[in-house]
């Protein structure tokens, strides 16, 4: 574990403005024994070109291409072509700390199936003063609870795991939201060990609206229900106790769905869509269940007006 390599895996898409910084961040990682693979998906900018570049300098990248078939497939390339006995993804418009692999990899041991690092949007350089990390401990069970009620970060990238639970584990690539979520879920139901998490942000994510994930509005907003239920089912095949969370979850969902809808301004587009939801959701609608989502509930079940009204005031509280 002292020098095991690690693999680095990059999706790219039409991102010849990010790639170069993600990339210069990687290769002065102060832990070296990396790899870093990168699966161009399709790209028609100049990315190709810019990765060929890396590719030719530095003889521990290595440069894939494909079609364009989604970020999950890219991903699932990456692993394919891969050798590394622990995987990092991160995606090529964000950047890293140089400590943040070495980070990642120090708290790893045998009873450890991931370490994952703070995430900030970057809105400030990489800090360069060493501050030392200090980390929470989470038991599976704990840590599979903070996912389903909905309170700490999920996500693919920021995270190290380990190859050998990766096996016959993949993206779902007919899913386009909630898909590291659904990823991630699969990897920790299915391995026995804890979740170590760094509190401090060596990853920086750049959130661009053109992006599928941030975009104002997008035909795969129901893939965040369809994530969600498939999550449900792995719940009660591998975790049954956990199932009443589980549901929550996919309440949180179908809400989450209608928030998209409201905010990026497509109800008249998407009434029909909305109003199945909300059906849905007040069919379902649960008393067990954290005061944030009954209160969501409730405005879903007095109608969309009121239902936006809560979101705009939470959004708020966020901010402040």
């Known amino acids: 574990m002292i020098n095991d390599l690690v693999s680095i895996i990059i999706p790219v898409y039409n991102l010849d403005k990010y790639i170069s ?22 790209s028609t900018d100049k990315s190709i070109d810019i990765c060929k570049l890396y590719k030719d300098k530095f003889n521990n990248i290595y440069l894939f291409q494909q079609t364009n078939k989604g970020v999950s497939s890219a991903r699932n390339l990456g692993i394919l072509m891969s050798h ?27 009873s450890t199936i991931l370490t994952r690092c703070g995430v900030e949007k970057n809105q400030k350089s990489i800090p360069s003063e060493i501050i030392k990390s200090e980390i929470t ?50 990897y920790i139901l299915k391995s026995n060990g804890i979740i170590k998490i760094i509190n401090h942000n060596y990853y920086f994510y750049y959130c661009r609206t053109t992006s599928v994930s941030h975009s104002p509005y997008s035909i795969y907003f129901t893939d965040i229900i369809t994530a969600n239920e498939i999550i449900y089912d792995m719940i009660s095949y591998y975790n049954p106790s956990l199932n009443r969370l589980a549901k929550n979850n ?32 007040i069919k379902n609608f649960t008393f067990r269940c954290s005061f944030k989502l009954f209160i969501l509930q409730v405005a879903t079940l007095l109608g969309k007006n009121m239902l936006y009204l809560i979101i705009k005031i939470n959004r708020y509280i966020k901010r402040s």
Do not use: P, W
């Not at 090529?92 to 070495?102: A, L, N, Q, T």
């Not at 905010?263 to 998407?270: A, F």
């Open 21 to 42: 910084i993600c990339l210069d961040s990687l290769i002065i990682q102060s832990y070296k024994n990396i790899e870093i693979v990168i699966v161009d998906d399709g």
């Open 250 to 281: 996919i309440q949180r969902a179908r809400i989450d769905v209608l928030e998209k809808i409201l905010l990026s301004n497509s109800y008249k587009k998407n009434a029909e869509i909305f109003n199945q939801i909300k059906k849905t959701v």
């Open 84 to 110: 590394g006995s622990y995987i990092c993804f991160v995606d090529g418009d964000d950047y890293c700390d140089f400590r943040m692999i070495e980070s990642l990899l120090k708290y790893f041991d045998n």
């Open 137 to 186: 401990t989470y038991s599976k069970e704990s840590y599979l609870k903070k996912i389903l009620n909905g309170s700490t970060y999920i996500g693919s990238c920021a995270t190290l795991l380990k190859r050998d639970i990766l096996n016959n584990i993949k993206f779902n690539v007919s899913i386009h939201f909630n898909e590291d979520k659904l990823f991630l879920l699969e």
